[in-house]
């Protein structure tokens, strides 16, 4: 199916974990995005790609790492999980009009 | 820095009246803007845009005004049904180099039958 993925849906991982949120689009759109929706925050970007191995950080990008070897792929990883990082993640491809991901929900416990 | 800013978390409206979601920004060098919708569980889902060489924009029920001098947007939807419950998000962008969106905190729209 033509679309953006996140996976898993729901995680649980202790503080200090490594943990990483998958993320993959069908559109072979160039941008994407990931996001994390906390309540008082809105949707707060943490990293971006323009194109394969082009990324680029957001506004809150401590604590996380990105990839894109592939076009259709942008991981996003929590090197060291800590209890700040609970939150609901979107991944989002394309410029114009952002496609979003049905989110991934992380706790830290 | 909150570059783009919903005053206002919450709303109510009486289905069938027109609902009104403001937003506010602050950086002169964006200049395209979009609301979306999001429903819990899911993901944000593009609603309508408008560019900024155009004061208005109107999709359905849907109408979105833009004031450049300051630096304000609207989304009206008109009239209001129970199905557009939902939090709303609005955003901008810039270009050459400042592609990415950038998002308001957003308002939650409760539409009363």
């Known amino acids: 199916d033509a679309g953006i993925t996140q996976s898993p849906r729901y995680k649980i991982t202790e503080t200090g974990r490594q943990v990483t949120l998958m993320c993959h689009q069908t559109w072979s759109h160039s941008y994407m995005f990931w996001y994390r929706q906390d309540l008082g925050h809105g949707l707060r970007l943490i990293y971006y790609?323009?194109?394969?191995?082009?990324?680029d950080k957001g506004e809150v990008p401590d604590g996380y790492v990105v990839s894109r070897s592939k076009t259709e792929n942008f991981p996003l990883t929590l090197e060291s999980a800590t209890r700040s990082q609970t939150s609901v993640y979107f991944c989002?491809?394309?410029?114009?009009?952002?496609?979003f991901g049905q989110g991934t929900r992380l706790t830290v416990v | 820095d909150q570059q783009v800013k919903q005053n206002s978390p919450s709303l109510s409206v009486q289905e069938g009246r027109i609902s009104i979601l403001n937003c506010d920004y602050t950086n002169s060098m964006f200049d395209y803007f979009l609301w979306y919708k999001k429903y819990p569980a899911e993901g944000p889902t593009f609603l309508i845009s408008?560019?900024?060489?155009?004061d208005k924009n109107e999709d359905g029920r849907f109408t979105v005004f833009l004031n450049k001098s300051a630096k304000h947007l609207s989304l009206h939807i008109v009239p209001s049904q129970p199905g557009d419950s939902a939090v709303y998000f609005c955003a901008a962008r810039g270009n050459f180099g400042n592609e990415k969106l950038t998002f308001g905190t957003g308002t939650r729209l409760t539409i009363i039958p």
């Open positions: 790609s323009a194109a394969a191995d082009i990324t």
């Open positions: 989002a491809s394309g410029l114009t009009e952002a496609f």
């Open positions: 408008i560019s900024s060489i155009k």
